[in-house]
């Protein structure tokens, strides 16, 4: 049980931020990394170290969180809610050299709700590689599919993003 | 550096500035959902040792045993009750028989006409047919 207070020390935020962001439901994220560290501490002994312990935390938090939005699907959405960060349970550190033209708040603010819009495989990949700076590499391996794949998935997520916000570019 | 790559890298830097922080309080409501589960798979565990399968079979037979004794008493009382009340019964009848002085526990009279009557009628009919018999027969 000891280990599995480390592995919450060294990678509990990285899992919420991942949880919270596919699911962007702060008490839902919560169940969801409890959930995980629970099957972590199930898996443990067969964890051969071939992928690295944060890939193979996120990779149970990444397909505990698909369960969710399969179910979700039935269940219906989530009410809509103004703040998108707050509904998420997400926090915005301020960006130091930002462009003063622009509105960093609610620029980011903007993103959050156009992350919102985008399907579960496209979020999953802007999350892990803009989020939580996962390499291609590994995040073909977390959700087992081809780079190619994860590379196609970013450029149509960026596309999405990017034609969301346009109206806010200078 | 085009418009499109400078939009893209503004939108990469909102993307790493949002973050959620771990929650304390999951990591004990899972260490209280680890600790009640280990709780519960010991017993499991326990059925599944040989200590658990000789304490199941000891249990079987002791209740096996405790029925059968309190069938087996259970028919001993009833043997008994039984033999008891036939023996009273058959006593007392014996009793009665050879206290009794011919009229069967009835009042006098009527033992003795209903005991009579039948001889009586008969006997004065065969007396009256055999005088009749007589008187007719020279």
């Known amino acids: 049980m000891a280990a599995l207070g480390e592995v919450f020390a060294r990678y509990g935020g990285a899992m919420t931020t991942l949880a919270a962001s596919m699911l962007r439901n702060r008490t839902e994220a919560d169940d969801v990394v409890e959930d995980a560290l629970l099957r972590i501490h199930d898996a443990a002994p067969g964890f051969r170290g071939e992928r690295g312990l944060r890939t193979w935390s996120l990779r149970i ?76 590499a590994d995040m073909a391996e977390l959700l087992n599919v081809p780079e190619g794949t994860i590379k196609s998935r970013l450029a149509r997520a960026l596309a999405v993003l990017r034609e969301h916000l346009k109206g806010m570019d200078t | 550096m085009n418009g499109d790559d400078r939009f893209d890298e503004r939108i990469t830097r ?77 006593g007392s009848l014996v009793a009665a028989l050879l206290d009794d002085d011919g009229t069967y526990g009835l009042p006098a009279e009527l033992a003795s006409s209903s005991v009579n009557a039948p001889s009586d009628a008969g006997s004065t009919g065969s007396a009256g047919q055999s005088s009749d018999s007589n008187g007719v027969t020279p």
Request: proline residues 5%.
């Open chain 2, 14 to 90: 909102l993307l790493a500035a949002s973050h959620a922080s771990a929650n304390p309080a999951v990591l004990e409501r899972a260490r209280a959902r680890l600790a009640e589960r280990e709780s519960a798979s010991g017993f499991l565990a326990f059925l599944g040792r040989p200590v658990a399968l000789a304490t199941a079979a000891g249990l079987l037979v002791v209740s096996i045993a405790a029925s059968l004794a309190i069938v087996s008493s259970e028919r001993a009382a009833t043997a008994v009750t039984t033999a008891t009340a036939t023996q009273a019964s058959g």
């Open chain 1, 61 to 136: 938090v990444a397909n505990l969180c698909r369960d969710r939005l399969r179910r979700r699907k039935f269940q219906g959405d989530l009410p809509d809610e103004p703040d998108a960060f707050e509904r998420a349970g997400l926090k915005f550190d301020p960006i130091a050299d930002w462009d003063g033209a622009l509105d960093q708040r609610v620029m980011a603010a903007a993103l959050e709700r156009a992350i919102d819009s985008l399907p579960p495989d496209q979020r999953e990949v802007v999350v892990l590689r803009h989020r939580l700076d996962l390499s291609h």
